[in-house]
């Protein structure tokens, strides 16, 4: 089956900094990549997602890279704020409906502000 | 996005009872949700796989006489842990695929299983 390995586990910025959050897997057939933001003690949330017949994708803050190649997607969050200090899930998931998420194991993000 | 109701949010019980949790898919309909744990600081760890109509895949180490999943209609799954002991002890959180075969994944609020 698929694996996904994230790093870091914990990652401190100063506010306004940039932070990055990499992800690979070993499943080729993968196709769709979401990322998930998770504040404590609450669900995760979509916060963006890219698929494999793209190679980056952004919006507004947030931006997301794949090398299909590698076998490996990042998250890139620029100008950080204290409000994105939360928990960070790649995931990665061969599509459509029924294939199961594989997930990371989570990156703790920690805005100093 | 689409959204995915859970229900209770919280649930405190005594050994030995069981505990039902609802996922709703609210605004669409799935064929498929999953159920998923949650330890603190951890990861999302797959339980099961719910399909409508049919009988839940349970993932290696998840008993399935324990944690009873039912899929009954396109809008309802339930986890029911029997005979709960303190190490169920978790938050158990469902999802839901939105949109067909572009495959969003979309999760319920959550739930925070405490057995006494």
């Known amino acids: 089956g698929e694996n996904v390995e994230q790093h870091p586990s914990t990652l401190s910025v100063q506010e306004g900094d940039s932070a990055v959050i990499k992800c690979t897997y070993s499943?080729?057939?993968?196709?769709?990549f979401p990322w998930y933001k998770q504040e404590l003690g609450k669900r995760p949330q979509l916060i963006i997602d890219i698929r494999s017949n793209v190679g980056e994708k952004k919006d507004q803050r947030i931006a997301v890279t794949l090398n299909k190649t590698a076998k490996h997607f990042s998250l890139h969050i620029t100008e950080t704020q204290p409000e994105d200090s939360a928990v960070y899930f790649c995931?990665?998931?061969?599509?459509?409906?029924?294939?199961?998420?594989?997930f990371g194991t989570g990156t703790s993000l920690t805005v100093i502000p | 996005g689409a959204v995915v109701s859970q229900h209770p949010s919280w649930v405190i019980c005594k050994s030995g009872t069981s505990v039902k949790i609802e996922c709703r898919s609210l605004?669409?309909?799935?064929?498929?949700m999953f159920w998923y744990r949650q330890f603190p600081k951890q990861s999302l760890m797959l339980m099961a796989t719910?399909?409508?109509?049919?009988?839940?895949?349970?993932e290696q180490g998840v008993e399935k006489d324990k944690f009873l999943i039912n899929h009954a209609s396109l809008t309802l799954s339930t986890l029911t842990v029997t005979s709960a002991h303190p190490e169920d002890s978790s938050f158990y959180i469902c999802?839901?695929?939105?949109?067909?075969?572009?495959?969003?994944?979309?999760f319920g609020e959550g739930s925070r299983l405490t057995v006494l």
């Open positions: 605004d669409f309909q799935a064929t498929t």
């Open positions: 499943d080729s057939a993968s196709n769709y």
């Open positions: 719910s399909n409508e109509g049919s009988k839940a895949t349970y």
């Open positions: 999802s839901a695929i939105y949109r067909g075969n572009t495959g969003e994944l979309f």
């Open positions: 995931a990665a998931s061969r599509g459509g409906t029924g294939n199961q998420f594989y």
